[in-house]
């Protein structure tokens, strides 16, 4: 037997306070998941309790919270749970996974193929169900920073050792490998950050190389007259003190004294922030009439749009002409969210859940929203500098 008698009835303590808290405080906890299925998990977990090992209760924790909705969450990188991180960043491109940062540079731009003999595909289906999600194209987002937890990996039995993954790769010049990282510690590392899946900033293109940092920015593609605006966080105002209100005179002013062929508004960064805070840009878009015009208002969406930066989506869709182009959002329209953390008494683990429903879109029954215009990226596209997602809106008639 693996745990004490009085480890055993700490984990059960915080397994019943998880369960307790968890359907105490969510607006609709069975939304997805019935109330009989959600019990069974939570019974099913009591007695296995003895025979697992730490690292393998907290993973189990995270697969129960997982079912409430994609802002309920249990970071398996906390401090409390002790898990470390493999030292890379990794990106489900159309083509695969490939390695896009790595503190050994020489590893950039290899394709994962296998995990110590599992396929990724495998990898995937075993890790998802512990990842906080609204949809599939959310999961798709989260899931390269549970792919490079070693305990994660080792508590669902797809490695035998944390410092052997064995990672088979397809390195950029052809050749494969079989690689061993050592896993440095989650806290120190930088690599573990909860919305891991964003690309790191590069050189080239515009979406990638200019002011990621910032909330919000906007510049002018004077070849094409394109009015470019990204929005990476849904915030009144930007690190150096500058307001979302400052931002929306600065291209009103620009507006009144130029001419332009086509406003982009990028979102594929944005993770969400604080909803009350968007208006004064929702406004500007909506009823300038040199950016609200049919076929030359276009939003850039993808998996990492979430949240706050979803609702205001909706909002977009409801009252502009703007055309969405990229990957699916990796949220709903209509969203559990609000999440207040609570910790656990034993372990003290922090789990947060949701409190609120935001409801933007009433009878919306889709779980994500469709771009107009599909484009996913590839991984040739990615390490080549090339945006197709912006390319192909700056090529349209104007």
């Not at 906080?132 to 035998?160: E, F, R």
């Amino acid at each position: 037997m693996i745990q004490s008698p009085a480890s055993q009835a700490a984990w059960r303590e915080d397994l019943n306070g998880l369960a307790e808290q968890m359907e105490s405080r969510h607006p609709d906890l069975f939304w997805r998941v019935s109330e009989t299925d959600f019990k069974v998990m939570v019974s099913d977990l009591d007695d296995k309790i003895p025979f697992l090992t730490n690292e393998q209760i907290i993973v189990e924790f995270a697969r129960i919270v997982a079912i409430a909705d994609a802002h309920s969450h249990l970071s398996l990188y906390q401090s409390g749970t002790g898990f470390s991180v493999y030292p890379l960043r990794l990106y489900f491109f159309r083509d695969g996974l490939f390695i896009v940062d790595a503190e050994a540079a020489s590893l950039i731009g290899s394709q994962v193929t296998a995990i110590n003999g599992h396929s990724i595909e495998e990898v995937y289906n075993q890790v998802a169900p512990i990842i906080t999600h609204d949809n599939l194209h959310g999961m798709l987002n989260l899931a390269p920073s549970y792919l490079i937890g070693p305990q994660i990996l080792h508590a669902l039995g797809l490695i035998n050792d944390v410092n052997q993954p064995n990672l088979a790769l397809k390195l950029p010049d052809g050749s494969t490998s079989v690689i061993n990282s050592p896993p440095v510690a989650a806290g120190d590392s930088g690599w573990e950050e909860w919305f891991m899946s964003m690309l790191p900033q590069r050189e080239a293109p515009i979406y990638l190389s200019r002011h990621t940092d910032k909330n919000f920015w906007f510049t002018f593609l004077p070849d094409t007259k394109t009015l470019y605006i990204q929005y990476n966080w849904i915030s009144s105002t930007n690190p150096d003190g500058e307001s979302l209100v400052m931002l929306v005179k600065a291209i009103e002013q620009f507006l009144a004294e130029n001419s332009i062929n086509r406003t982009v508004l990028d979102l594929r960064h944005n993770a969400g922030g604080n909803n009350t805070t968007y208006s004064p840009l929702l406004r500007l878009l909506t009823q300038n009439e040199a950016i609200n015009q049919p076929d030359r208002f276009y939003t850039l969406i993808g998996r990492r749009t979430f949240s706050a930066a979803a609702n205001l989506v909706i909002e977009l869709e409801q009252k502009s002409h703007t055309i969405f182009v990229g990957e699916p959002m990796g949220d709903t329209p209509n969203m559990y969210g609000d999440p207040i953390p609570f910790t656990l008494p034993n372990s003290k683990l922090v789990v947060a859940i949701s409190s609120r429903f935001w409801e933007k879109s009433p009878d919306d029954t889709r779980d994500t929203v469709e771009p107009d215009i599909r484009i996913d990226l590839s991984s040739t596209d990615y390490f080549n500098l090339i945006d197709p997602v912006l390319e192909a809106v700056i090529n349209l008639p104007a």
